[in-house]
Protein backbone atom coordinates (compact mmCIF):
# COMPACT_ATOMS: atom_id res chain seq x y z
CA UNK A 1 0.00 0.00 0.00
CA UNK A 2 0.76 4.13 -0.33
CA UNK A 3 0.49 5.32 2.93
CA UNK A 4 0.73 9.23 4.06
CA UNK A 5 2.81 8.94 7.30
CA UNK A 6 2.36 11.91 10.00
CA UNK A 7 3.82 12.35 13.85
CA UNK A 8 3.05 15.42 14.95
CA UNK A 9 4.17 14.87 18.63
CA UNK A 10 7.78 14.73 16.91
CA UNK A 11 8.67 14.21 13.32
CA UNK A 12 11.03 11.05 12.24
CA UNK A 13 13.69 13.56 11.37
CA UNK A 14 13.76 15.71 14.52
CA UNK A 15 17.21 16.15 15.74
CA UNK A 16 16.90 15.80 19.38
CA UNK A 17 16.77 12.09 20.41
CA UNK A 18 13.61 10.74 21.76
CA UNK A 19 11.50 7.40 22.74
CA UNK A 20 9.18 8.86 20.44
CA UNK A 21 11.53 9.57 17.51
CA UNK A 22 12.72 6.53 17.84
CA UNK A 23 9.15 4.44 17.32
CA UNK A 24 8.49 6.91 14.48
CA UNK A 25 11.01 5.55 12.65
CA UNK A 26 10.68 2.24 13.42
CA UNK A 27 7.17 2.08 12.17
CA UNK A 28 8.42 3.56 8.94
CA UNK A 29 10.80 0.47 8.87
CA UNK A 30 8.57 -1.98 9.88
CA UNK A 31 6.11 -0.79 6.92
CA UNK A 32 8.60 -0.88 4.86
CA UNK A 33 9.51 -4.90 5.61
CA UNK A 34 5.58 -5.06 5.23
CA UNK A 35 5.99 -3.90 1.49
CA UNK A 36 4.37 -0.32 1.38
CA UNK A 37 5.33 2.31 0.26
CA UNK A 38 5.17 5.05 3.37
CA UNK A 39 5.98 8.47 2.78
CA UNK A 40 6.09 11.28 5.61
CA UNK A 41 3.20 13.83 4.44
CA UNK A 42 4.25 16.44 6.61
CA UNK A 43 6.52 17.82 9.37
CA UNK A 44 4.31 20.17 11.28
CA UNK A 45 4.94 19.48 14.41
CA UNK A 46 1.94 20.45 16.60
CA UNK A 47 3.02 19.94 20.40
CA UNK A 48 2.68 22.62 22.96
CA UNK A 49 4.26 22.31 26.49
CA UNK A 50 2.05 24.76 28.03
CA UNK A 51 -1.71 25.75 26.70
CA UNK A 52 -1.10 29.54 27.28
CA UNK A 53 1.38 30.14 24.53
CA UNK A 54 -1.40 31.84 22.41
CA UNK A 55 1.82 32.72 19.94
CA UNK A 56 3.12 29.13 19.71
CA UNK A 57 -0.72 27.55 18.76
CA UNK A 58 -1.30 30.61 16.51
CA UNK A 59 1.51 29.53 14.45
CA UNK A 60 1.13 25.52 14.95
CA UNK A 61 -2.58 26.35 13.24
CA UNK A 62 -1.48 28.42 10.74
CA UNK A 63 1.11 25.86 9.42
CA UNK A 64 -0.99 22.97 10.07
CA UNK A 65 -3.88 24.31 7.70
CA UNK A 66 -1.62 25.31 4.93
CA UNK A 67 0.05 22.01 4.87
CA UNK A 68 -4.06 20.21 4.74
CA UNK A 69 -4.50 22.92 2.01
CA UNK A 70 -1.15 21.58 0.16
CA UNK A 71 -1.50 17.97 0.76
CA UNK A 72 -5.62 18.14 -0.47
CA UNK A 73 -3.97 19.68 -3.25
CA UNK A 74 -1.34 17.35 -4.48
CA UNK A 75 -2.60 14.24 -3.08
CA UNK A 76 -5.46 14.35 -4.90
CA UNK A 77 -3.58 13.71 -8.32
CA UNK A 78 -2.23 10.80 -6.54
CA UNK A 79 -3.45 9.71 -3.53
CA UNK A 80 -2.30 7.54 -1.05
CA UNK A 81 -3.94 4.62 0.06
CA UNK A 82 -4.30 5.20 3.72
CA UNK A 83 -2.97 7.99 6.32
CA UNK A 84 -1.44 6.77 9.26
CA UNK A 85 -0.45 9.03 12.12
CA UNK A 86 1.74 8.66 14.64
CA UNK A 87 0.72 9.43 18.69
CA UNK A 88 -1.78 12.22 19.25
CA UNK A 89 -2.67 14.16 22.69
CA UNK A 90 -4.13 16.78 24.47
CA UNK A 91 -0.50 18.44 23.93
CA UNK A 92 -0.22 17.39 20.26
CA UNK A 93 -3.31 16.70 18.33
CA UNK A 94 -3.74 15.62 14.33
CA UNK A 95 -4.68 19.13 12.84
CA UNK A 96 -3.23 17.28 9.54
CA UNK A 97 -4.32 14.02 8.55
CA UNK A 98 -8.38 14.90 9.83
CA UNK A 99 -8.70 17.95 6.73
CA UNK A 100 -7.13 15.75 4.18
CA UNK A 101 -8.81 12.72 4.81
CA UNK A 102 -12.24 14.19 4.82
CA UNK A 103 -11.51 15.99 1.33
CA UNK A 104 -10.14 13.04 0.09
CA UNK A 105 -11.94 10.36 1.33
CA UNK A 106 -9.02 8.82 2.78
CA UNK A 107 -9.01 5.73 5.51
CA UNK A 108 -7.74 7.05 8.38
CA UNK A 109 -5.52 4.98 11.07
CA UNK A 110 -3.96 6.28 14.27
CA UNK A 111 -1.24 4.46 16.45
CA UNK A 112 -0.71 5.68 19.82
CA UNK A 113 -3.69 7.79 21.10
CA UNK A 114 -4.73 9.09 24.36
CA UNK A 115 -7.70 10.89 25.71
CA UNK A 116 -7.89 11.88 29.01
CA UNK A 117 -11.65 13.21 30.19
CA UNK A 118 -10.35 15.72 32.73
CA UNK A 119 -9.00 17.41 29.42
CA UNK A 120 -12.85 18.45 28.76
CA UNK A 121 -12.92 21.53 30.79
CA UNK A 122 -9.83 24.18 31.15
CA UNK A 123 -6.74 25.59 29.39
CA UNK A 124 -6.38 22.02 27.17
CA UNK A 125 -10.28 22.16 26.12
CA UNK A 126 -9.65 22.98 22.49
CA UNK A 127 -7.09 21.21 21.67
CA UNK A 128 -8.34 18.05 23.60
CA UNK A 129 -12.07 18.29 21.09
CA UNK A 130 -9.59 18.03 18.39
CA UNK A 131 -7.84 14.56 19.42
CA UNK A 132 -11.72 13.86 20.01
CA UNK A 133 -12.69 14.32 16.44
CA UNK A 134 -9.78 12.69 14.81
CA UNK A 135 -10.67 9.93 17.31
CA UNK A 136 -14.10 9.76 15.43
CA UNK A 137 -12.92 9.97 12.36
CA UNK A 138 -10.24 6.94 12.54
CA UNK A 139 -10.92 3.28 10.91
CA UNK A 140 -8.57 1.65 13.03
CA UNK A 141 -6.78 2.35 16.41
CA UNK A 142 -3.36 0.85 17.32
CA UNK A 143 -2.84 0.52 20.77
CA UNK A 144 0.62 0.58 22.03
CA UNK A 145 0.12 0.87 25.79
CA UNK A 146 -3.16 -0.60 26.68
CA UNK A 147 -3.90 1.48 29.71
CA UNK A 148 -4.76 3.74 26.76
CA UNK A 149 -8.35 2.14 25.63
CA UNK A 150 -10.63 2.20 28.32
CA UNK A 151 -10.67 6.33 27.33
CA UNK A 152 -10.02 5.93 23.41
CA UNK A 153 -12.17 3.46 22.77
CA UNK A 154 -15.68 5.27 23.50
CA UNK A 155 -14.47 8.19 21.15
CA UNK A 156 -14.29 6.00 18.24
CA UNK A 157 -16.92 5.56 15.15
CA UNK A 158 -19.31 2.98 14.36
CA UNK A 159 -17.54 0.32 12.94
CA UNK A 160 -14.20 1.08 13.45
CA UNK A 161 -11.51 -1.21 14.43
CA UNK A 162 -8.87 -1.28 16.89
CA UNK A 163 -5.64 -4.26 17.99
CA UNK A 164 -2.77 -3.67 20.09
CA UNK A 165 0.46 -3.42 18.44
CA UNK A 166 3.45 -4.22 20.94
CA UNK A 167 6.10 -1.80 21.07
CA UNK A 168 8.73 -2.39 18.20
CA UNK A 169 12.64 -2.79 18.23
CA UNK A 170 15.40 -3.50 16.13
CA UNK A 171 16.80 -6.72 17.49
CA UNK A 172 20.68 -6.84 17.09
CA UNK A 173 23.22 -10.03 16.85
CA UNK A 174 23.41 -11.85 19.89
CA UNK A 175 26.34 -10.58 22.06
CA UNK A 176 29.47 -12.79 21.58
CA UNK A 177 31.57 -12.78 24.67
CA UNK A 178 34.68 -11.94 22.56
CA UNK A 179 32.91 -8.98 21.54
CA UNK A 180 31.84 -7.73 24.47
CA UNK A 181 35.47 -7.93 26.31
CA UNK A 182 36.35 -5.28 23.06
CA UNK A 183 33.91 -3.22 24.13
CA UNK A 184 34.17 -3.39 27.22
CA UNK A 185 37.79 -3.06 27.43
CA UNK A 186 36.87 0.53 24.97
CA UNK A 187 34.71 1.82 27.01
CA UNK A 188 36.91 1.20 30.67
CA UNK A 189 39.38 3.70 28.48
CA UNK A 190 37.26 6.09 27.91
CA UNK A 191 35.66 6.54 31.26
CA UNK A 192 38.36 4.97 33.47
CA UNK A 193 36.21 2.73 34.90
CA UNK A 194 37.17 -0.92 36.85
CA UNK A 195 36.46 -3.95 34.75
CA UNK A 196 36.11 -5.79 37.33
CA UNK A 197 33.14 -3.99 38.71
CA UNK A 198 29.16 -4.80 37.78
CA UNK A 199 28.34 -2.24 35.50
CA UNK A 200 24.95 -0.99 35.54
CA UNK A 201 23.19 1.14 32.79
CA UNK A 202 20.56 3.77 33.16
CA UNK A 203 19.12 5.52 29.68
CA UNK A 204 16.93 8.80 30.10
CA UNK A 205 16.43 12.20 28.96
CA UNK A 206 17.61 14.86 31.57
CA UNK A 207 14.08 16.88 31.78
CA UNK A 208 11.32 18.47 34.45
CA UNK A 209 8.67 15.86 35.29
CA UNK A 210 7.93 12.23 34.90
CA UNK A 211 12.19 12.01 33.88
CA UNK A 212 13.53 13.99 36.94
CA UNK A 213 11.21 11.46 39.02
CA UNK A 214 12.93 8.54 37.63
CA UNK A 215 16.36 10.08 37.79
CA UNK A 216 15.35 11.35 41.77
CA UNK A 217 14.17 7.42 42.64
CA UNK A 218 17.26 6.19 40.41
CA UNK A 219 19.48 8.24 42.95
CA UNK A 220 17.85 7.17 45.80
CA UNK A 221 18.05 3.55 45.36
CA UNK A 222 21.94 4.04 44.46
CA UNK A 223 22.62 5.92 47.75
CA UNK A 224 21.02 2.74 49.01
CA UNK A 225 23.90 0.23 47.61
CA UNK A 226 27.10 2.12 48.61
CA UNK A 227 28.86 -1.26 49.30
CA UNK A 228 28.07 -2.90 46.06
CA UNK A 229 30.99 -3.36 43.68
CA UNK A 230 29.62 -1.87 41.12
CA UNK A 231 29.33 1.59 38.89
CA UNK A 232 26.00 3.36 37.12
CA UNK A 233 26.72 4.68 33.90
CA UNK A 234 23.68 7.05 32.62
CA UNK A 235 23.07 8.13 29.21
CA UNK A 236 21.16 11.18 28.77
CA UNK A 237 21.14 15.08 28.70
CA UNK A 238 18.72 17.76 28.66
CA UNK A 239 17.23 21.27 30.39
CA UNK A 240 17.40 19.41 34.12
CA UNK A 241 20.74 17.90 33.91
CA UNK A 242 22.15 20.03 36.89
CA UNK A 243 18.75 19.03 38.68
CA UNK A 244 19.80 15.37 38.37
CA UNK A 245 23.19 15.88 38.68
CA UNK A 246 22.99 17.70 42.30
CA UNK A 247 20.78 14.56 43.14
CA UNK A 248 23.99 12.21 42.88
CA UNK A 249 25.93 14.31 44.76
CA UNK A 250 26.40 12.21 47.62
CA UNK A 251 27.56 9.45 45.97
CA UNK A 252 29.18 11.10 42.45
CA UNK A 253 32.66 8.64 42.99
CA UNK A 254 30.08 5.33 41.59
CA UNK A 255 28.12 7.43 38.86
CA UNK A 256 29.44 8.06 35.23
CA UNK A 257 27.38 10.65 32.97
CA UNK A 258 28.46 9.61 29.17
CA UNK A 259 25.68 12.69 28.27
CA UNK A 260 23.85 12.31 24.98
CA UNK A 261 25.08 9.25 22.46
CA UNK A 262 24.69 8.78 18.86
CA UNK A 263 23.01 5.05 18.29
CA UNK A 264 26.20 3.13 17.65
CA UNK A 265 27.85 4.80 20.31
CA UNK A 266 24.64 3.40 22.71
CA UNK A 267 24.34 0.40 21.47
CA UNK A 268 28.23 -0.49 21.89
CA UNK A 269 27.64 0.44 25.42
CA UNK A 270 24.75 -1.94 25.83
CA UNK A 271 26.85 -4.38 24.51
CA UNK A 272 29.46 -3.66 26.98
CA UNK A 273 27.75 -3.29 30.27
CA UNK A 274 26.11 -5.78 32.68
CA UNK A 275 22.38 -5.00 33.63
CA UNK A 276 19.93 -2.19 33.07
CA UNK A 277 18.06 0.16 35.33
CA UNK A 278 15.48 2.79 34.74
CA UNK A 279 12.12 3.35 37.32
CA UNK A 280 10.64 4.25 34.03
CA UNK A 281 8.14 6.48 36.36
CA UNK A 282 4.79 6.90 34.42
CA UNK A 283 6.49 6.28 30.58
CA UNK A 284 3.88 5.18 28.25
CA UNK A 285 5.98 2.54 26.47
CA UNK A 286 9.93 2.19 27.85
CA UNK A 287 11.96 2.25 24.79
CA UNK A 288 15.12 2.16 26.18
CA UNK A 289 13.87 -0.68 28.43
CA UNK A 290 12.98 -2.60 25.11
CA UNK A 291 16.58 -1.38 23.73
CA UNK A 292 17.84 -3.38 26.71
CA UNK A 293 15.87 -6.11 26.55
CA UNK A 294 16.88 -6.95 22.63
CA UNK A 295 20.47 -6.43 23.75
CA UNK A 296 20.31 -9.17 26.07
CA UNK A 297 20.32 -7.47 28.91
CA UNK A 298 18.66 -8.19 32.26
CA UNK A 299 16.30 -5.42 33.63
CA UNK A 300 15.30 -4.02 36.37
CA UNK A 301 12.16 -1.29 36.06
CA UNK A 302 8.86 -0.07 37.28
CA UNK A 303 5.53 -1.27 36.99
CA UNK A 304 4.78 1.75 34.13
CA UNK A 305 4.42 1.58 30.55
CA UNK A 306 3.51 -1.45 28.68
CA UNK A 307 7.01 -3.26 28.06
CA UNK A 308 7.45 -3.09 31.69
CA UNK A 309 4.09 -4.33 31.84
CA UNK A 310 4.82 -7.63 30.33
CA UNK A 311 7.71 -8.57 32.32
CA UNK A 312 7.85 -11.93 33.87
CA UNK A 313 9.26 -11.04 37.52
CA UNK A 314 12.21 -12.83 38.21
CA UNK A 315 12.47 -14.39 34.99
CA UNK A 316 12.39 -11.81 32.14
CA UNK A 317 13.15 -9.18 34.60
CA UNK A 318 12.42 -7.10 37.98
CA UNK A 319 10.01 -4.70 38.64
CA UNK A 320 9.74 -2.72 41.99
CA UNK A 321 8.11 0.72 42.86
CA UNK A 322 10.07 1.36 46.29
CA UNK A 323 13.55 2.51 46.50
CA UNK A 324 13.92 -0.72 48.77
CA UNK A 325 13.10 -2.82 45.88
CA UNK A 326 14.81 -1.27 43.67
CA UNK A 327 17.36 -1.78 46.00
CA UNK A 328 16.87 -5.68 46.43
CA UNK A 329 16.68 -6.13 42.90
CA UNK A 330 20.04 -4.31 41.99
CA UNK A 331 21.77 -6.19 44.83
CA UNK A 332 20.31 -9.83 43.49
CA UNK A 333 21.89 -9.07 40.14
CA UNK A 334 24.91 -7.41 40.62
CA UNK A 335 25.57 -10.37 43.10
CA UNK A 336 24.58 -13.20 40.62
CA UNK A 337 26.33 -13.20 37.48
CA UNK A 338 24.29 -16.69 36.53
CA UNK A 339 20.91 -14.75 37.16
CA UNK A 340 22.25 -11.67 34.76
CA UNK A 341 22.93 -14.35 32.13
CA UNK A 342 19.45 -16.34 32.13
CA UNK A 343 17.06 -13.40 32.69
CA UNK A 344 19.01 -11.50 29.79
CA UNK A 345 18.62 -14.24 27.47
CA UNK A 346 15.37 -15.23 28.35
CA UNK A 347 14.08 -10.67 27.90
CA UNK A 348 16.04 -10.92 24.60
CA UNK A 349 13.78 -14.09 23.78
CA UNK A 350 10.50 -12.09 24.54
CA UNK A 351 11.54 -9.10 22.88
CA UNK A 352 12.43 -11.24 19.60
CA UNK A 353 9.28 -13.40 19.82
CA UNK A 354 7.01 -10.23 20.37
CA UNK A 355 8.61 -6.37 19.59
CA UNK A 356 10.42 -7.50 16.35
CA UNK A 357 10.48 -5.20 13.01
CA UNK A 358 8.99 -8.36 11.32
CA UNK A 359 6.10 -9.09 13.87
CA UNK A 360 5.06 -5.35 13.48
CA UNK A 361 5.02 -5.42 9.96
CA UNK A 362 2.70 -8.19 9.58
CA UNK A 363 0.44 -6.75 12.36
CA UNK A 364 0.65 -3.66 10.40
CA UNK A 365 -0.46 -5.38 7.09
CA UNK A 366 -3.31 -6.81 8.45
CA UNK A 367 -4.89 -3.84 9.76
CA UNK A 368 -4.23 -2.06 6.46
CA UNK A 369 -5.86 -4.62 4.56
CA UNK A 370 -8.79 -5.06 6.90
CA UNK A 371 -9.34 -0.92 6.48
CA UNK A 372 -8.73 -0.80 2.70
CA UNK A 373 -11.55 -3.85 2.59
CA UNK A 374 -14.12 -2.28 4.88
CA UNK A 375 -13.44 0.99 3.22
CA UNK A 376 -13.37 0.03 -0.54
CA UNK A 377 -9.65 2.02 -0.97
CA UNK A 378 -8.45 0.32 -4.23
CA UNK A 379 -4.77 0.20 -3.69
CA UNK A 380 -4.41 -2.56 -6.54
CA UNK A 381 -2.79 -0.37 -9.37
CA UNK A 382 0.37 2.34 -8.91
CA UNK A 383 0.51 1.54 -5.26
CA UNK A 384 2.73 -1.26 -5.93
CA UNK A 385 4.83 0.01 -7.67
CA UNK A 386 6.71 0.95 -5.12
CA UNK A 387 6.30 -1.95 -2.61
CA UNK A 388 9.41 -1.56 0.07
CA UNK A 389 10.53 1.47 0.11
CA UNK A 390 10.44 4.17 2.57
CA UNK A 391 9.87 8.12 1.22
CA UNK A 392 13.01 10.25 1.93
CA UNK A 393 11.13 13.63 3.06
CA UNK A 394 7.72 15.10 2.51
CA UNK A 395 5.34 14.51 -0.14
CA UNK A 396 6.31 17.31 -2.63
Known sequence: MKIAFYAPMKPPDAQRPSGDRTIARLLLRAMAIGGHEATVASDVRSYMAAPTDRGRLEQIERQAADDAGRLTETLSLNPPDLWFTY???????????????????????????????????????????????????????????????????????????????????????????????????????EWRLREEAVWILAVGMMRPGDKLASFTLLAETWEKCADLPAHLLIVGDGPARADVQRRFASCADRVSFLGMLDRGKLDSVYNAVDFFFWPGTNEAVGMALLEAMAAGLPVA???????????????????????????????????DPDLRRTMGAAARKHVLRHHSLSVAANSLTAAFDDVAGRTGADYAGASRAGRGRIGAGRIA
Not at 314 to 328: I, S
Open 301 to 335: TGPWGSVAREIEQGVTGMVAMKVCDFADAVGRLVA
Open 87 to 189: HLFHKAPDLVGPPVCRALGLPYAIAEASFAPKRAAGPWAARHAQVRDALGLADHIFFLNPADEACVLPQLKTGATHSRLPALVTVPADREPKGRDVYRRRLAR
